[in-house]
């Protein structure tokens, strides 16, 4: 049974890896990011780097930090600024100041008592002319002969010890008049005049569907001396919302900014507060320039903003009846800067900024200082990000992509994608990073898409998962990284993984390349032309720095055997699977695999070299046939070093 499980294993081997990286590959020639996949080799030659494997740098346009744009000085007048101790506010238009008595009125002196008011008294005494009681005196009698409060007289009152004399048409006081029909309590009440129910609605009258959630209502409206930006911007964002502010300061000329201080946006409960705006250049659906400074955010979670700069805002607005969709906006730039969320999951961030979002034109969008707190997850509580960047890409194509939940559009053009610094700890301890992602795709050049992948400084810490493993072995943190190139021909259907290597520093690294035909670039027609994908090449080769040599002495320690001993079994358990075929046109590969079992070489490969393309859905027939068939149709090929 060891013998027949170890035949198929060769041949199971090749198989596996002719379809180990297509997925990848193909991601990653159209600018996609690549599914998880096997693991890579240097460009070209499918081996790892023979120590700490790395391949060869490749060119790197986004090799350093884009450059920041410095984000404008806010300007803000001096009159926005608090003023200096004990001194007055500046006096409003008309001579008032903010909170204070209208100008053209005379102001009493606080220092005087208070001028009588007309009439002989002063502020909070009775008036003069008219007699005032004397709170000493019971109240004189009122006109009629009642006292203040007191039944009037020149009318009979009645006697509270009687009972209450019948009324006039024979009712006794509180109870039902005579002479009118009484109504049956059984029966439902009549209808009122006009058709209507006691307690029902009024005809007539239209009555709101309580079903219905309530119309917005309409905001205040503003002031009359309102500048014209201020209520172009108001326009802007609807009637719905409220837009308030403390003070507002024209443009000294035509087309300058205008300054506004203490500014409240709302709609419903949502509500935002601006300590500054500066807004220049706003028309009809346009905004050119709005710098606002010091913004909180209320609701759930309540948000503050330091600073957000808007810059070549326009707004497409759609016909009726149509939602609004992401192509409908552009703008040039959008910075926030110093922006905190609390809540259950607080968040910080140092910057967002996103330029070019435009419908049809590639746009950029990067974030720098992330820092999120995950208390209630579990598995990790805190995610620090030092910096993410995306060029190139139709940003509202891939918004509206994932609203309708479909796959996002390929490129034209040439785009990439940049992570920095990418850190997660639980409870103060670092479980694992990233110190830099690169994934960049050329615009597609006579036919031709190329695509590379770079992750380096993998950091994996002690994860619970993970630590008896790695205790149990010797490790106590795995560092490493993950390099992929891949060429697609769309017109000849061809994809060339060039190399795919995964590599841990000081334990091994694992290469591959593959190379096919009858690829569609595709993925919704990918599965139904399975059966036109063939095999033209491929090349696996494993470099060992400590893994296997690790296995084996932790094997040695719990059979209690000598670690040589374990080496000579699996070469013997080698040259038993393949029995007399590995003394025919198998041999050389049955050497070079008992040298590396034997720990006589370090680096061992597989290469397939068929004679011509190989179908692969005649795969696993060839490879149930064993390594003979394996390396008469595949051109099977083992070497070590």
Known sequence: MTRDVTRRAMGVAAAGLVAAGLG??????????????????PPGSGKPAPSAPAPAPLPDKFSGAPPATPAPPAIVPDKFAAPPPGSAPAPQAGGTAPGGPEAGKLQPDASQPPAPQAGGAAPGVPQTGKPQPDPSQPPAPQAGGATPGGPQTGKPQPDASQPPVPQAGGAAPGGPQTGKPRPDASQPPAPQAGGTAPGGPQTGKRQPDASQPPA????????????????????MLGAEVSLTYREAIPPAEAGGPTRLAGVTLSRGDARVEVEEMLLEGVAEDRVGRLVAT???????????????TLEGFRLRRPAPGVSLAPGDLGLDRLVLEALA????????????????????????????????????????????????????????AILQAAIDRRPPPTPANAVAMELDDLAVSLGGQRLGGLGSFRLSADAPDAGVQAGRLALRDITLGEIPAMTPWMRRFGATEIQGEIVLEARLEPAAERLDLTSFTIAARGIGGLGLSVQMDGVNPDPARMAENAERLRLLGARLSYLDQSL???????????????????????????????????????????????????????EVELVLRPPGPVPLTEMQAITAQGPAAVQQRLGLLVTAR
């Open 24 to 41: 990848a590959g193909l991601a990653l020639a159209q600018g996609k990011s690549p599914l998880v996949g096997p693991p890579a080799a």
């Open 216 to 235: 917005p209502r309409a905001a205040a409206p503003l002031p009359a001396d309102a500048p014209d930006a201020v209520r172009r911007l108001h326009a």
């Open 294 to 308: 010091g913004l909180t955010l209320a609701g759930s979670p309540p948000a503050m903003l330091g600073r957000l």
């Open 341 to 396: 969320v609390q809540g259950e999951i607080p968040v910080s961030l140092e910057e967002l900024r996103l330029e070019g979002w435009a419908e049809g034109r590639p746009g950029r969008f990067s974030l720098a200082g992330l820092d999120v707190l995950t208390p209630t997850a579990g598995v990790v509580d805190r995610v620090r990000l030092g910096r993410l960047a995306l060029d190139g890409y139709d940003l509202p």
């Open 548 to 602: 296997y040599a690790r296995l084996l002495a932790d094997q040695a320690r719990r059979q209690r055997v000598p670690e040589a001993r374990l080496r000579e079994q699996y070469a013997n358990m080698a040259a038993q699977a393949l029995g007399p075929e590995g003394r025919g046109a198998l041999a050389p590969s049955l050497e070079a695999a008992q040298r590396f079992l034997r720990g006589q070489a370090q």
